[in-house]
């Protein structure tokens, strides 16, 4: 029987490249395609799969975040071969681990290892939750530091990453704005917003416009703008409305299902 493969990637054009590439490959049947983490684990445990290509970098749940998911939920797991444009870091923890990795743009040589790797392991029956688990706590022991320090009045504070509501840039320096009634702003001493959220949490900050990152959680209302666009209405003390860029729509649509 050939192997039930599920692909997730929040790019569509890397889903297309990926399917497209399994199709010449004897034995695959792609069953299913998810554009985020909260997908990825609806599709798993929907369609059970033998294999899972799943994308490191996205938006939200990020594929880490996924397994940890699947992990507490006491979900099977399948096979995974994570999918990486970019992370040296991760890259190690894979080979460390003996999990399988496709580094972005995918090699069609290298898709077919994939495969035959994941056909080993089924063969064999190799547990791979267990090397999945050390390899989630060795990526989360490397993750960014909970705490971020802004000065403000002369002074140096430390602030809870959960705590910010949104930065944003104006004129070189970058403003950080904390949440509820008794929220403070501070400056960052970053020189650019992607430096900025280098050091925070992927899985709780997006950069939903050029000037601005916002706390997924500390958005209270998605507010519908002209021609299709959106604002969105944040918790601290002003209730800053901050502008979603056109670019950054369709990540909004996909984060909350709009």
Request: aromatic content about 6%; charged content about 30%; overall charge neutral.
């Amino acid at each position: 029987m050939p192997l039930s493969a599920v692909i997730v990637d929040d790019e569509q054009l890397a889903r297309d490249e990926l399917a497209y590439l399994l199709k010449n490959v004897d034995d695959v049947d792609v069953v299913a395609q998810g554009k985020n983490g909260v997908e990825a684990i609806n599709l798993i445990r929907e369609h059970n799969p033998d294999l899972v290509f799943l994308d490191v970098q996205m938006p939200g749940l990020d594929g880490f975040g996924v397994i940890k998911k699947l992990i507490d939920k006491k979900v099977p797991l399948p096979k995974i071969v994570f999918a990486t444009a970019f992370d040296q870091y991760a890259v190690k923890a894979f080979e460390v681990n003996a999990v399988d990795y496709l580094l972005k743009p995918f090699d069609k040589s290298r898709v077919a290892q994939s495969i035959q790797k994941a056909k080993t392991k089924l063969e064999t029956n190799s547990m791979p939750s267990e090397k999945l688990e050390t390899l989630v706590r060795m990526l989360e022991s490397q993750r960014p530091h909970s705490k971020i320090l802004l000065k403000a009045g002369g002074r140096l504070f430390l602030v809870n990453q959960k705590d910010i509501c949104f930065a944003s840039i104006d004129d070189g320096v970058i403003s950080v704005v904390t949440s509820g009634m008794s929220g403070m702003e501070g400056q960052s001493n970053c020189r650019t917003l992607e430096e900025l959220l280098d050091s925070l949490d992927p899985n709780l900050f997006w950069r939903a416009h050029r000037s601005f990152l916002v706390n997924i959680n500390r958005i209270k209302e998605v507010v519908p703008w002209f021609k299709s666009s959106y604002q969105l209405r944040m918790d601290d003390k002003k209730q800053t409305e901050i502008p979603v860029s056109r670019a950054q729509t369709k990540r909004l649509r996909e984060l909350f299902g709009l």
